[in-house]
């Protein structure tokens, strides 16, 4: 048989470069970029080779498993799925609909599965649905709801045609853009200072982004806010700012702004007066600017304040929906008109409910899973007793992880859809594994929200499903189906029946409704999936355009500055400044922050020995003038310490980080746990930095896990 070249995307991030898998039948014989993709233009990073590794690990299941008194018990599918769906009855029967919790995990996103896992929900019922989203991004689609109201409406930035890129607690040089797809990132990055513009990269570390950037600004953590402040103070101040006709709230943000002058917002800061000064000048007086933020910044206590005023930034300099400003992709699904029929019928998005024991509210459909422990543990109406966990680890991604894997034990049942025995499936009563990333097909149906150009693409399977294997769709529907009965109604098990279909189904009808589709184009300028699927190398349905005041579900249509939750939440800065004073008091002089690497994905990709070889990279990194007042020297194994624990990691001493800092990235610590089934990531070195993270350290308006907001010390093992 010859070998045959299949183009596709890789999928393990949200960049989604294309690729040429070549294939022989069942074996991949090589991985490689595929330099006709439109968007990534060849560009790979390593982890896309690694796909091979997922699609081949003997550690991963190829067949549903149950636990047993010894370990596990393979099954067939029709049995496994009956088990999982009596089970979860079985709870919900006994403690109500909120007795059985979801969460799903980043890579739920990253394909059109998605559309299934939301009616899974839904035949779940209850109040207690969770996702990564309370971990790296709920700020931004709190922002995005009282600002647009649309929750899904993102501003993303304009690289490739902006003349100043503002980048806070971001390393896209690292992540290829996060809610920014942009593959290639680095190389974007690198083409905005070779046309004459201006890279600025704020943040405690000097990252691999701001190693190539303009200008390092080193924040304190926590700091983004007051330094955002004193550059609108200077703004308004000189005159500076040009808001459109189109915002509302200027003069309530300006007012705000005018009690943090840069000499006041600079000790906060922890940047001098004269560099808020000039961040504010350069990029009001650039030709095109647009601040942009991310998992930094996000994961603060301040991180919903932060999103806002990078919004509010760019709205106020008129670089807010124009060319190399802020903009919003119009993709080939139409949330907007989906959100717009909800908002008719009375939806408002969030705030319907809260959280039982953290009184957070419902974002979404979603609570914060920083609050999921103690969900599990305290008895009362509304207790959670059973949980699904699709494509998610969480005890090893989000904070608390210690606390979260006792409470799982504690558990009457567990379903996880999932290719490994990971530190959290582990726990699970059922495992229902699906077929690798290579041998499916879809469409990606979420990030074309976040992309810096618009664009759709299908991605066909490059080798053979697996005898008897199934993709996650079809393993969530399954439940679904199996779920429809129970205490559900009649008539809402008959809603569920219908719309429990298949996503090419759901994709083909929404690419046809929606703008680039045949019933709004016609059907010769029309898409169809058919068009989609013979366009191997991807659609470029061209560069962003403005979309304001059209994409707006504001009352009034206009993009509103000064949303009254957000002022109260400022009002209350000071609060969080003494906060991290008695921290110190206390002895936690050290902030803890993350890091990325370009070889790691989260928890999940350390099984594969390409990826993983070389120098330890769970590391403590500490400034020299911190280890040295410490007596610490490089090498040694340390003690970070919290509030709620500590881990035991080797002392890394760079002056990329500031003092004042100790940065350690998540994901690491696999053989830290005993019954995990991937062999080689249980043997690597490394700590759990998600069991020192404290769940009661998050963003006081979202209840968004605070992972960069740590207090912490250090000191020798």
């Not at 990691?649 to 994901?667: A, C, F, Q, Y």
Request: aromatic share 4%.
């Amino acid at each position: 048989m010859p070998v045959e070249t299949v183009h596709r995307q890789c999928n393990l991030c949200e960049a989604h470069c294309g690729l040429r898998i070549h294939v022989d039948g069942a074996e991949v014989k090589r991985i490689e970029g595929d330099p006709d993709d439109h968007m990534s233009r060849g560009y790979i990073c390593p982890k896309a080779a690694a796909l091979v590794d997922l699609y081949t690990d003997p550690d991963r299941l190829r067949r549903p498993v149950r636990k047993v008194a010894d370990g596990w018990e393979e099954m067939d599918w029709d049995e496994a799925l009956d088990l999982a769906a009596a089970g979860l009855r079985r709870v919900r029967e006994a403690g109500g609909e909120d007795a059985v919790a979801t969460y799903f995990g980043n890579p739920a996103a990253h394909g059109w599965s998605l559309l299934s896992a939301t009616s899974l929900r839904e035949a779940i019922g209850g109040r207690n649905h969770s996702s990564a989203t309370s971990t790296d991004q709920l700020p931004q689609h709190r922002t995005s709801a009282e600002m647009f109201g649309n929750l899904g409406l993102f501003p993303i930035p304009d690289i490739d045609r902006t003349d100043y890129l503002l980048v806070l607690g971001a390393n896209p040089s690292v992540s290829n853009g996060s809610l920014m797809t942009a593959p290639g990132a680095r190389h974007r990055l690198r083409d905005i200072v070779k046309r004459g513009g201006t890279v600025v990269v704020v943040d405690p570390r000097r990252t691999e982004t701001a190693a190539s950037a303009s200008r390092h600004v080193a924040v304190r953590p926590g700091g983004d806010v007051h330094l955002l402040l004193g550059i609108l103070n200077v703004i308004f101040a000189e005159g500076l700012d040009e808001v459109p006709d189109l915002c509302t709230g200027a003069d309530q943000v300006a007012a705000l702004a005018a009690d943090w002058n840069p000499e006041r917002a600079a000790p906060l800061a922890g940047v001098e007066a004269a560099e808020i000064e000039r961040l504010a000048r350069e990029f009001a007086t650039a030709d095109s600017a647009v601040a942009y933020g991310r998992v930094g910044v996000c994961q603060q206590r301040t991180g919903t304040l932060v999103h806002w005023l990078i919004n509010v930034l760019n709205a106020v300099t008129g670089n807010l929906d124009r060319p190399g400003g802020a903009m919003f992709p119009e993709p080939f699904l139409d949330l907007t008109l989906t959100l717009r029929l909800a908002r008719r019928g009375g939806e408002r998005g969030h705030g319907r409910w809260h959280q039982r024991l953290s009184g957070l509210p419902e974002l979404n459909g979603e609570v914060p899973v920083a609050g999921l422990a103690k969900e599990i543990t305290t008895p009362g109406e509304g207790q959670v007793r059973g949980l699904v966990v699709y494509a998610g680890n969480p005890v090893m991604s989000t904070p608390g992880g210690r606390q979260l894997d006792a409470a799982f034990e504690r558990l009457d049942w567990m379903v996880s859809i999932d290719a490994y025995v990971t530190e959290t499936s582990r726990h699970a009563d059922v495992i229902l594994p699906p077929v690798s990333v290579l041998e499916r097909g879809e469409v990606d149906v979420v990030f074309p929200l976040v992309s810096v150009r618009n664009t759709i693409r299908w991605n066909p399977p490059a080798v053979p499903k697996q005898e008897g294997g199934k993709e996650d769709w079809e393993i969530l529907n399954g439940l679904t189906r199996r779920l429809g009965g129970g205490v559900l109604t009649r008539r809402r098990a008959f809603s569920l029946a219908a719309r429990v279909a298949s996503p090419a189904r759901i994709v083909d009808a929404a690419l046809a409704s929606g703008p680039y589709g045949v019933l709004r184009r016609g059907p010769f300028k029309g898409l169809t999936m058919r068009k989609v699927k013979a366009a191997k190398h991807g659609i470029d349905l061209g560069p962003l355009e403005p979309r304001l005041p059209g994409a707006l579900l504001t009352a009034d249509d206009r993009v509103a500055l000064a949303p009254a939750v957000f002022l109260e939440a400022a009002a209350d800065l000071d609060e969080q400044v003494a906060q991290a004073e008695r921290d110190a008091e206390d002895g936690f002089d050290l902030t803890l922050i993350g890091r990325r690497n370009l070889r790691s994905n989260n928890s999940w990709m350390h099984n594969s020995r390409r990826l993983t070889k070389g120098a330890d990279r769970c590391t403590a990194m500490l400034h020299p003038d911190d280890a040295g007042s410490r007596a610490l020297e490089e090498g040694a194994v340390v003690r970070v310490i919290s509030r709620i624990g500590e881990i035991e990691v080797p002392l890394e001493i760079s002056e990329d980080v500031r003092p004042g800092v100790v940065s350690v990235p998540h994901g690491y610590g696999h053989g830290r746990r005993e019954g995990v089934g991937w062999k080689h990531a249980a043997s690597l070195p490394g700590a759990s930095v998600n069991d020192i993270t404290d769940p009661a350290v998050r963003d006081a308006v979202t209840g968004n896990a605070a992972f960069n907001n740590v207090a912490v010390r250090i000191e020798a093992a």
